[in-house]
C-alpha cells in the first residue's frame, strides 16, 4: 500500500461539525491528538472503538475510557507480559474514542513467553480458588461504593465534634468521599481485567491449535465447542422469565395491563398469589436488576433497579408470550448437544497425540470462558451502576447550591474539574461568602452541553491513517471483528455480489423484515421476528435476543457479546458489518446468512 496516499484521513485533517469548534477544549490533554506529534500519530494505524463508546463523551465520562484502557495495557504489559500484545494506545476525535494496538517488537517476544508462562500459569492451575477471591474483592469494592453518601454542608458544625475536640469539619468528609468513589472506580477497573484477557488468550490458544490441526474449520465450528456457557450475565434477563411463568401461572397477567409501575406492583399486592409473585421479584431485584440499559461506560446509562419501567416491559412482553405458547427460555440443551457433536468430529479425526493436547485446551478454554462474560454483570453493570447512582447524587447537591441548571450538570466536567468545584462549595461555606462557580458554570456547561449535541450530530470516521497490510493482532480481530478484509469495507470498496459482507459471527440463515435501531431506548420497537440491525449491541439487550430473528451489527468480531449471545440463542448473526446500520432501513425485507457472513437487502 502506497504510505503517500493514507487510505483514511489524518486525525488532522479531520474538521469539526459545525457548531462543535473548540471540542478540544473539554477534554483531557493526554487523550487529544497533538500537532507536535503529528509525524508519530500519523505513522499508526487508529480505528473508532465504537463498539464500547458509540457516542461521544460527556467530559466526566472519560474517566471510563480511562481506566479502562490503562487497565488493559497494564495486565498485557506489566502484569502478565503477553508474548506479542501490549497495551492499547487511545486519543479522543469530535468526541469519539480511537484505539491503536500497541505490539511487542519481534526480538522481545521470546523473552517475555517463560514469564507469561509463569504468570498466567499460575492462574490458570488456580482458576477457582482466584475466581472466588476475585468476587469476594470485587463484592467489598460495591459494598465500599454503595456506603458512600454526599451530604448538604450544614448551616453549623454539630457542637458534638467541637465538644468532642475533633477538629475537623464536614467538608473534609466531603473531600474524602468524593476521592473515594474516584479510586473505587479505579480499583473496580483494575479487577476488570484481572482476569479477562486470560479468558480470551485460552481461548485464541485454543483456536490456534484447531487452525494448525485443521486449516479449513470454520471460525464457529471452533466457537460452538465453547459454547452453552452458563453465564452470570444471562440472570438478569433468566429472572424476568421466570417471573413471567410464575405471573401466568397465578393467573395475575390482567394485572400487567396498566402501563405504570408502581400501579402493577399495588394492584398485585391485592390479588391472590400477587404477595407470592412480589416476593420473587424483590428477591429479583437484588442483586440482578443492577444491570444497565446500555453498557455502563455513560453518566447517561439507566439502570433497571432505578427504572423499573424497563423490566417491567421486558417482563410483559414475556407474558404475552407464555399465553401464546412461545418457548422463552435459552435453548441450553440443544446447543450443548451440538456442542458435544462437533467436539466429538473433530476429535475423532485426530491422533492420539493431538488428543491429548486437544482436551488439555479445550478444557481450559471452557473453564476460563465464561469470565468473559460473567464480569460484565459485576463490573459494569453492578459496579459501574452504583458508582454512576453516586455520581448523580453528588450532582445534584451541588445543583442546589446554584453550580449548573440541571441534574446532569456536573457530567459536563472533568473529573478533576468536579474536585475544584468541591473546593469552591467548601470555601464559600467555611468563610461565609458565596460561591464563585455560580456565575461561571452555568453557562459553561450551556456551552459544552451545545458542543457534545453537535459532536453527536456526525458519524465518525472509522479508521485513521494506513492500516498494516495485514491484521495479525488476535485480539483485534477476535473482538473488534477488524481485518483486512473489514477495513477494505470502511473504505468504500464494496463487494461485487451486492451483499453486506461481515464476520460470521452465529450459523444460520434467516430471512426477515429489519429493524435498525441506534439507543437501547428503541428497543421497545422491536417485533418478534425481525432482524436486529444495530450499530453495537449491549450486554442488557439480551431479553430481545429471545423475539429476534437474527442480528447485524457495525463492529464486532466472533468474541462481541451480539455473537457470543446469538450462538447462545441459536440466532444467526453477522458482526463487523462496518456499516449496515446506515445501509439497511427500518422494514427491507434481508436475508442474515451467519454461515457466510452476508446481509442481503431482498427489497
Not at 493526554?30 to 494505524?45: C, I, M, S, W
Not at 454483570?377 to 454512576?388: K, M, R, S, T
Not at 457466510?596 to 427489497?603: F, N, P, Q, S, Y
Amino acid at each position: 500500500m502506497d504510505a503517500q496516499t493514507p487510505l483514511f484521513p489524518s486525525a488532522y485533517d479531520v474538521k469539526a461539525p459545525a457548531g462543535a469548534e473548540g471540542w478540544e477544549s473539554i477534554y483531557p490533554y493526554y487523550v487529544l491528538f497533538r500537532p507536535e506529534k503529528r509525524a508519530e500519530e500519523d505513522g499508526k494505524f487508529w480505528f473508532c472503538n465504537s463498539q464500547h463508546w458509540p457516542t461521544p463523551f460527556r467530559p466526566f465520562d472519560t474517566i471510563m475510557v480511562d481506566f479502562a484502557t490503562k487497565g488493559l495495557g497494564q495486565y498485557n504489559t506489566r502484569h502478565l507480559l503477553v508474548p506479542p500484545a501490549n497495551g492499547v494506545d487511545y486519543r479522543i476525535l469530535n468526541g469519539y474514542v480511537y484505539f491503536s494496538p500497541i505490539g511487542v517488537a519481534p526480538e522481545d517476544i521470546e523473552a517475555r513467553i517463560p514469564q507469561f508462562l509463569d504468570r498466567a500459569g499460575h492462574y490458570y492451575m488456580n482458576w477457582d480458588s482466584l475466581l472466588a477471591n476475585w468476587k469476594t474483592k470485587v463484592m467489598a469494592t460495591i459494598g465500599e461504593l454503595d456506603a458512600i453518601e454526599f451530604e448538604e454542608l450544614p448551616e453549623v458544625v454539630d457542637v458534638d465534634w467541637v465538644k468532642e475536640g475533633k477538629g475537623l469539619d464536614n467538608t473534609y468528609d466531603l473531600f474524602n468521599r468524593y476521592d473515594d468513589a474516584i479510586r473505587l472506580c479505579y480499583k473496580i477497573w483494575q479487577y476488570h481485567f484481572e482476569f479477562l484477557n486470560l479468558g480470551y488468550a485460552a481461548y485464541l490458544d485454543f483456536f490456534g491449535f484447531m487452525k494448525g490441526e485443521f486449516p479449513q474449520i470454520p471460525d464457529q465450528a471452533i466457537a460452538k465447542m465453547v459454547q452453552g456457557v452458563d453465564s452470570e450475565l444471562f440472570r438478569p434477563d433468566d429472572e424476568l422469565k421466570k417471573l413471567a411463568k410464575l405471573a401466568v401461572e397465578k393467573g395475575l397477567s390482567p394485572v400487567f395491563e396498566s402501563d405504570h409501575v408502581d400501579v402493577i406492583l399495588a394492584d398485585l399486592a391485592t390479588k391472590p398469589g400477587g404477595k407470592e409473585w412480589l416476593a420473587a421479584w424483590d428477591e429479583a431485584k437484588d442483586p440482578w436488576f443492577n444491570f444497565t440499559s446500555g453498557n455502563g461506560f455513560y453518566s447517561t446509562d439507566k439502570y433497571w433497579i432505578d427504572h423499573l419501567d424497563i423490566p417491567m416491559t421486558y417482563l410483559k412482553d414475556y407474558i404475552k408470550r407464555v399465553e401464546a405458547g412461545d418457548e422463552i427460555m435459552r435453548p441450553t440443551e440443544r446447543l450443548l448437544a451440538e456442542r458435544d457433536r462437533i467436539t466429538a468430529e473433530y476429535r475423532e479425526m485426530m491422533d492420539e497425540e493431538a488428543q491429548a493436547v486437544f482436551d488439555q485446551k479445550l478444557g481450559l478454554s471452557r473453564t476460563v470462558f465464561p469470565y468473559v462474560e460473567d464480569h460484565n454483570f459485576y463490573i459494569e453493570h453492578w459496579a459501574l451502576g452504583v458508582f454512576w447512582r453516586k455520581m448523580r447524587q453528588l450532582s445534584k447537591l451541588l445543583m442546589d447550591q446554584g453550580l449548573w441548571e440541571t441534574e446532569d450538570g456536573m457530567f459536563f466536567l472533568s473529573r478533576n474539574e468536579v474536585r475544584d468545584v468541591l473546593w469552591d462549595y467548601s470555601a464559600a461555606w467555611a468563610i461565609g461568602t458565596t460561591l464563585q462557580g455560580t456565575t461561571h458554570w452555568p453557562e459553561e456547561i450551556r456551552r459544552r452541553r451545545a458542543i457534545v449535541e453537535a459532536l453527536a450530530s456526525e458519524s465518525p470516521q472509522p479508521a485513521l491513517n494506513n492500516p498494516p497490510e495485514v491484521i495479525t493482532e488476535p485480539f483485534t480481530i477476535m473482538l473488534w471483528g477488524i481485518t483486512s478484509d473489514s477495513i477494505k469495507r470502511w473504505a468504500g470498496e464494496g463487494s461485487t455480489d451486492g451483499a453486506l459482507h461481515g464476520m460470521a459471527g452465529s450459523p444460520g440463515v434467516v430471512e426477515g423484515v429489519a429493524r435498525v435501531l441506534r439507543s437501547p431506548d428503541q428497543l421497545g420497537e422491536l417485533k418478534k421476528g425481525e432482524i436486529l440491525v444495530t450499530p453495537v449491541t449491549a450486554p442488557s439487550w439480551a431479553p430481545v435476543f429471545g423475539k429476534i430473528g437474527a442480528a447485524v451489527t457495525d463492529i464486532g468480531g466472533m468474541m462481541s457479546h451480539a455473537a457470543i449471545v446469538c450462538r447462545e440463542y441459536g440466532l444467526p448473526a453477522v458482526t463487523g458489518t462496518g456499516n449496515a446500520s446506515s445501509k439497511i432501513k427500518t422494514g427491507m425485507r434481508v436475508r442474515v446468512d451467519g454461515n457466510a457472513g452476508t446481509v442481503t437487502i431482498l427489497e
